[in-house]
């Protein structure tokens, strides 16, 4: 093992780290050779690692070495087909905000991160935001609900400008260190500042012209919560691209698909054309979310080309 002492990473700016070490911050520059094995990346260092620091010869501080992960959440770097950006590594639970209009959050965006979690073993709650204007199409509320609870997922609605719901997140944050993350405009920002208030957040409004969020984080960052456990801060995602999660494997991480994968005829089914098929049947009857099998279709068809 490398010499130097162990901290963790609470920035990444991608060529400076900010570290955590008993209580002092620390500021660390990678060394050049540090790669991580198996794991193509765009970032080898990330927000959560637990790393080994050093001091060189000039008496700066170099991250040496990246202890094991026992957990991360990745994504397909944008526009390079083989190459992957870990969003932050180490977490005990990630929380997915999203919003229904002003702008609107895709179902499949949301599917994508969800089945990242389930690949990854993060456990994950969906964060339905600006409930406060959302409840203005109530049909779409329900609709939304019924997807992803069907599927079994936590849905907490949240209105951080009216105060609701921020208690049932400060609670859920408690003492764990949790992700959060989103599109840009969602509120993420707004959100952390509501639930740890004295945080200095930035916060942004959405562009009236394109109804898109403006970018107002740049950097992951880990904020320290009063109440217990640390919430790392994430840029706004535009696109979740999967990443080596195999085609025959895809279905697992629906987890209200793979309640009915013994049931099907064929071992290696893809729950496409197969006859006798317990998805496809299930989706017939209501019992699995027709827009949550949608997004399976697209993640099967558009990712594809990516694994030749």
Sequence with gaps: MAEGFSAMVVRSTGSWYEVLHEGERLQCRIRGKLRLKSVRSTNPVVVGDVVRVEADAEGAYVISAIEPR???????????????HIIAAN?????????????????EFIDRFLVTCEAYKVPSTILLAKIDLARQRPDEVEEFHAIYESAGYRIIEVSATEGEGVAQVRELLRGKTTLLSGNSGVGKSTLVAAVEPGLDIRTGEISQSHHKGKHTTTFSTMYPLSEGGYIIDTPGIKGFGLIDIEDAELAHYFPEMMRYLPECRFYNCSHTHEPHCAVVEAVQRGEIAYPRYESYLKILDEDDKYRK
């Design 70 to 84: 026992r957990n991360y959440i990745i994504r397909r770097a944008s526009n390079l087909s083989k190459e992957s």
């Design 91 to 107: 977490v005990d639970q990630a929380l997915l905000v999203v919003t229904l209009f002003s702008p609107t959050t895709a179902k």
